[in-house]
């Protein structure tokens, strides 16, 4: 209690005895900076984050580009005729604002590359008012951005100093744009290319709809004319619909301007993309286990719709994951030989701690037990072995789930839903082949027309065809089992009366999902040629189970819920109300519910107060109960006073108190504070 | 801007005028009606400009307004201007102006399809139809400019095809007419695609239907939409019998046959959407979502998010943490778009309709 006798004086970290919580790190460009750089762990985390940033990162860049293609298009055709009105791009981004910030920074990369080094882009929050609107505008367009250049000449002719904001008006902006005009012009001359070809001046305004409605209507007239000077060109970005524009701007200021929409992809698409093409891939060995990706899911779908903040708890649930020991370098898709080679005794220890390994312990008899408990490179032949295991059991997965897709995705009613990622949460929470929607699936199956059927085998053979890599671990089974599909595909083709083509394609069905899960290194004991009852219980749920380290590849642990979704308000309470649950020291440990120990810091002993008390609350009893709490001898000795340092103290808290939000002064009695929250 | 800085600004143009040798000078205001709301007395010392500043060469001051003279007068004196009433253009006159046009629209037209070649009586053709259409609901001669354009591509369509020629006047009536009676419904909006595609399901872009759709929403911030929409048109009383499943018998009085029996102009749905507490948002969220809810910050933020969406408008100062006002500002149509979505059936919580 000592170091911290009052909270206001600074901020104090307590490590948190309950849970081993470290200090983690992004990973920043100086990795001398990181606490963590020499362990193996880390390199193993950073490496796969940066690949998945990457991917992540390309894929961005992919499903911005058709539609940036148009709005550069757009403004850059802008101009080309006579314009009356100020050319407009309105961007229906969807609600997410953070997700969009990339997509707008592509965007103002590229404007500045192909068509005009006079790109702004302004937030509403520094535009509350026409004033500070266009000066930030103008700022932004004559000082702000370091404009880019073609060449040298136009540099030096760039005025170095910078203007005062009260001399950042039109008139500024309008010299300043003939000054570059000028040095411009002299290589045209011809006046007519020049008004066609002369850089537009692009505004991006990303979130139209928090701009005040006069504001925006101002700024556009005052633009507008000024049009025939200052080729302006707009891009709002619009989180709702199209319909906001109409209602902010009455017809006389939409009249001023020319909009062109555009649509971007809404965000469940973007998700299901990164999901698709990155996080749930083979090339990915970091799995979320079934309780946090579906917590993950919970959230996004039913909360916030934004992927950067998915990819941000996807990549926390990483750092919790890799954090647990050396044993986690091990998840990764390279060998696990080498660096198996490299543990030494305590990173085996790290490893044997994983739960997993007491299933294989228990299994084992007795000589091995002791064996793989005691020596380590016993273990370590064992423990690579699993890997493998592992690692094939993954390829299969996922290509196990890319067929299953292919078969289901286009069911009617979609029992197993549409996505890889339903079907990856049904498959690793429970045995889908064993789930009622599976079975479900193969009946639909059953009725399919022959020609679907025949798509989707095809389909399948080209994905396990585009498997069969020199480099897959499976790639003899793979092609044992195209070769099958392919027999099918002929026997299917082959079969010729409508009679007998049901009838058949029943039974080749099973046959091929047989097959599918004989590809899935599902039970082959249960091939029975001819069976009505498809029993395909899979050897894949089996091996995870069953096979040693699987967490090594799996994070399940849901306690990581409290640090992905925030509840600030049971934080608040719980800090106040039980300091010890943060502080962690003996003095301010609670005996009971109501007790409030003198030891705890002075804003708790008020907060504790406060719940006791209703709407409002008087100061004076409030202090009393303060002090009689604080110096309990002193409480009958004098009336007519208080010590003036608890008085001060009491104030402090008061003061405190009520810079959290939780009581305000209040006109209407006085000597009273109004409480401002939870009941009262 | 204040009169004194204004006043200086004129002198610097009365210096300039002198070296120049200009005997007069016109100051012309334009959208003059923003006068009103600056400085008290700019405006009337805009109109007694000679008298105050008793120049050597004369200064006039013309306003370009939009509004009667009468909208002007405050509390202190005017001197009244002169009045000059420009009359709105009728159906000749526009014609006349729009094919001033004429150049710009070849230009256009030209750009996308080069071999076509029209002449000027085409054109005032063209005007004729095309104004037959509009004139009717459109006086702005702006918004004439630019749809006139527009449509003048769609006109030309069939002499492009090579279905008949520029000099088959009615049969282009009957393929334009259609046309331009559904552009009718594009009026004011000044929205426009490049694609083919977005320009066949443009009219339902702004449906409210639509509005519904391309709102993207996650699934707990469509409930609280639909919450604060019931808590916005409910009154607080009905709350219990409207939201709890034990809630008890009610009496029928009087009031409430008379309610029943209400004209549509007192519906509450109709009469626009009373403010709510945060509370009470709150408790009827839970109150119609079945499911457990945790609650915590995310959905805190789609809260304010809906605010800055402007779907929600919140109506208090906010110091009080829990005492925020909402009101809820989408319409039925859209509410019962998104209850769709969610399967959820919104006449049943809201009191004007819940005893049908």
Request: glycine content about 2%.
């Amino acid at each position: 209690m000592a170091s911290n006798i009052s909270v206001s004086k600074g901020v104090f970290v307590f490590k948190n005895n309950a849970k081993s919580l470290k200090y983690r790190k992004e990973s920043t460009t100086n990795v001398n900076f990181n606490i963590y750089s020499d362990e193996p762990w880390y390199h193993t985390y950073s490496n796969l984050w940066k690949n998945i940033a990457k991917k992540i990162d390309a894929l961005n860049k992919d499903m911005y580009s058709s539609m940036l293609t148009d709005l550069i298009t757009f403004i850059k055709s802008s101009y080309s005729n006579d314009v009356s009105e100020i050319p407009t791009a309105a961007l229906l981004t969807g609600m997410n604002m953070p997700d969009h910030m990339a997509q707008f920074a592509t965007l103002l990369k590229k404007v500045k590359q192909d068509i005009s080094p006079h790109v702004v882009c302004l937030y509403s929050q520094d535009c509350q008012n026409i004033k500070s609107f266009s000066e930030n505008m103008i700022n932004q367009f004559i000082n702000g951005n370091v404009p880019f250049l073609e060449d040298d000449s136009q540099f030096e002719t760039e005025p170095k100093h910078k203007l005062k904001k009260t001399q950042l008006n039109f008139p500024m902006l309008q010299a300043w744009y003939e000054k570059e005009h000028d040095v411009w012009k002299q290589n045209k001359s011809e006046k007519q290319l020049r008004k066609h070809q002369r850089k537009v001046l692009v505004v991006v305004l990303p979130d139209l709809e928090s701009f005040p409605n006069k504001i925006l209507q101002d700024f556009i007239l005052i633009c507008s004319s000024y049009l025939n000077i200052l080729p302006f060109v707009f891009v709002f970005g619009i989180a709702t619909s199209i319909s906001i524009i109409h209602r902010t701007l009455p017809y006389h200021v939409s009249s001023k301007v020319n909009i062109q929409y555009f649509n971007s992809q809404s965000s469940t698409v973007y998700l299901n993309n990164v999901l698709e093409e990155v996080l749930l891939t083979d090339e990915c060995p970091f799995h979320l286990g079934s309780k946090i990706f579906s917590l993950l899911m919970d959230v996004f779908l039913f909360y916030d719709l934004s992927v950067t903040g998915f990819i941000k708890k996807y990549k926390y649930a990483m750092l919790e994951h890799f954090n647990y020991g050396t044993a986690m370098t091990l998840c990764t898709k390279k060998n696990p030989v080498d660096i198996i080679a490299k543990f030494n005794h305590e990173d085996c220890e790290n490893a044997r701690a994983l739960l997993s390994f007491r299933k294989l312990v228990e299994s084992e008899s007795n000589m091995n037990k002791i064996k793989l408990l005691t020596n380590d490179k016993y273990f370590k032949s064992v423990l690579q072995q699993e890997i493998c295991k592992i690692q094939q059991y993954l390829n299969t997965f996922h290509l196990y789930l890319k067929c299953l897709k292919i078969l289901v995705s286009d069911l009617p009613n979609n029992p197993l839903g549409k996505q890889i990622r339903e079907l990856y949460s049904k498959a690793i929470t429970s045995d889908i082949t064993k789930s009622n929607d599976y079975k479900a699936c193969i009946q639909l199956l059953q009725f399919q027309s022959k020609d679907d059927l025949e798509d989707k085998l095809s389909q399948l053979t080209e994905l396990i065809k585009n498997e069969c890599k020199p480099s897959n671990p499976n790639k003899d089974a793979l092609k044992a089992d195209l070769k099958i599909i392919y027999e099918y595909l002929e026997e299917i083709e082959n079969c010729d009366k409508a009679t007998s083509e049901a009838d058949i394609l029943v039974q080749k069905i099973e046959n091929v999902n047989i097959t599918n899960t004989k590809n899935r290194k599902e039970f082959r004991e249960m091939l029975q040629k001819g069976t009505q009852q498809i029993k395909p219980s899979s050897k894949y749920e089996a091996a995870k189970n069953k096979s040693c380290n699987n967490e090594i590849f799996f994070f399940n642990d849901a306690s990581i819920d409290n640090h992905v979704i925030g509840s600030h308000r049971a934080a608040i309470h719980t800090a106040l109300n039980d300091p010890f649950h943060y502080l962690q020291c003996n003095c301010c440990k609670k005996r009971n519910e109501e007790a409030i120990p003198k030891t705890m810091p002075d804003i708790c002993i008020i907060y504790k107060l406060h719940l006791e008390y209703g709407k409002m609350i008087n100061l004076y009893d409030w202090l009393q109960a303060f002090v009689s709490i604080v110096n309990p001898c002193t409480e009958d000795e004098d009336d007519n006073g208080t010590d003036p340092a608890l008085q001060a103290r009491f104030t402090l808290a008061v003061a405190e108190l009520e810079f959290l939000g939780f009581i305000k002064s209040s006109k209407r009695k006085t000597d009273h504070v109004q409480r401002l929250t939870w009941g009262g | 801007m204040n009169l004194f800085r204004m006043l200086c600004l004129f002198m610097a143009v009365q210096r300039y005028a002198k070296e120049n040798d200009i005997s007069r000078s016109v100051i012309i205001l334009d959208k003059a009606e923003r006068l009103r709301h600056m400085d008290g007395n700019l405006l009337p010392g805009l109109l007694r400009l000679r008298e105050l500043s008793n120049l050597a060469t004369p200064f006039s001051v013309i306003f370009i307004s939009e509004l009667p003279f009468q909208k002007y007068y405050f509390k202190g004196n005017i001197v009244e201007p002169l009045k000059i009433f420009f009359p709105q253009y009728n159906m000749k006159e526009f014609i006349d102006i729009l094919t001033l046009d004429y150049n710009n629209s070849m230009k256009s037209i030209r750009n996308s399809y080069k071999s076509l070649d029209i002449d000027l009586d085409f054109y005032k053709n063209y005007l004729h139809v095309f104004l037959s259409v509009f004139y009717r609901n459109c006086r702005d001669l702006n918004e004439l400019k630019y749809m006139s354009r527009l449509n003048l591509c769609n006109y030309c369509q069939p002499i492009i095809k090579g279905e008949c020629d520029a000099s088959n006047a009615m049969a282009l009536w009957k393929n334009i007419s259609p046309i331009l009676k559904s552009s009718l419904d594009n009026l004011y909006l000044r929205i426009s695609t490049k694609s083919d595609k977005a320009k066949t399901n443009q009219t339902v872009v702004f449906s409210s239907k639509n509005l519904a759709h391309t709102l993207e929403l996650p699934f707990y911030a469509k409930y609280l939409l639909i919450a604060s929409y019931l808590a916005s048109y409910n009154s607080p009383k009905d709350d219990k019998r409207l939201f709890m499943k034990y809630h008890g018998r009610k009496r029928k009085t009087m009031k409430d046959v008379k309610e029943k029996s209400k004209v549509s102009e007192q519906l509450r749905t109709n009469l626009g959407p009373k403010a709510f507490g945060f509370n009470r948002l709150i408790a009827i969220f839970y109150a119609i979502l079945d499911e457990k809810v945790d609650f915590n910050s995310s959905l805190l933020a789609q809260l304010s998010s809906l605010v800055e969406l402007q779907l929600l408008t919140a109506s208090s100062d906010g110091c009080n943490l829990n005492g925020q006002k909402y009101k809820c500002s989408v319409g039925f149509d859209v509410i019962q778009n998104i209850s769709a979505m969610v399967e959820f059936n919104i006449r049943k919580y809201l009191s004007d309709f819940s005893h049908m």
